[in-house]
């Protein structure tokens, strides 16, 4: 970032270099996958579009599970936080989320991110789609957020892990009916 002086004198001289305001980032990787997709807020229309994303990840038709999720982050959240990102128009992913004020005795607010997909032909959006998501968190001073993953799904810890999530303290059980 320029000082005063150097301020003062680009505008004594026009021949002087222009100050540089730009952002520190510049032309980096993160900064240009920022101008490459348009990042709203998750609508119902865009339903067949997270069906069709999300059957193209994992193979399978979870409609249904995602039409609850979609219900439950639109008509059953005080504070709508989950995101759409689109290319040029089209919706390519996704990140449905929600806020919790505490569970099994922890009284931190934090989000829950429930469900995240995104066009394997979008390299990019998802780093873009968490991003303003925190951003929107730290706005609503929630102090972070967690999500559950497969111990196995190499892929998805690296990619959350690339933004900043780590193991938590927490066990998961469960018990077989």
């Not at 970032?1 to 004198?9: F, G, K, L, V, Y």
């Not at 730290?138 to 559950?148: E, F, V």
């Amino acid at each position: 970032m320029p000082d005063d002086n150097q301020i003062a004198d680009s505008r004594r001289n026009p021949e002087a270099q222009e100050a540089n305001f730009s952002d520190a980032l510049g032309d980096s990787p993160e900064s240009l996958a920022r101008d490459t997709f348009e990042i709203r807020s998750l609508a119902a229309v865009d339903a067949n579009a997270i069906y069709r994303i999300d059957r193209r990840l994992s193979g399978r038709d979870r409609t249904d599970y995602l039409a609850r999720k979609i219900d439950e982050v639109i008509n059953q959240s005080g504070i709508r936080v989950s995101l759409i990102a689109e290319d040029d128009g089209l919706v390519v992913g996704f990140v449905m989320a929600r806020l919790d004020y505490g569970e099994f005795g922890r009284t931190a607010a934090t989000a829950v991110i429930d469900t995240i997909g995104v066009d394997p032909d979008s390299p990019g959006a998802g780093s873009v789609l968490l991003e303003q998501l925190f951003a929107n968190l730290g706005s609503l001073r929630l102090d972070g957020a967690r999500t559950i993953v497969r111990w196995d799904d190499t892929a998805l810890n690296h990619f959350l892990s690339k933004a900043g999530f780590e193991p938590a303290p927490q066990l998961a059980l469960r018990c077989i009916l």
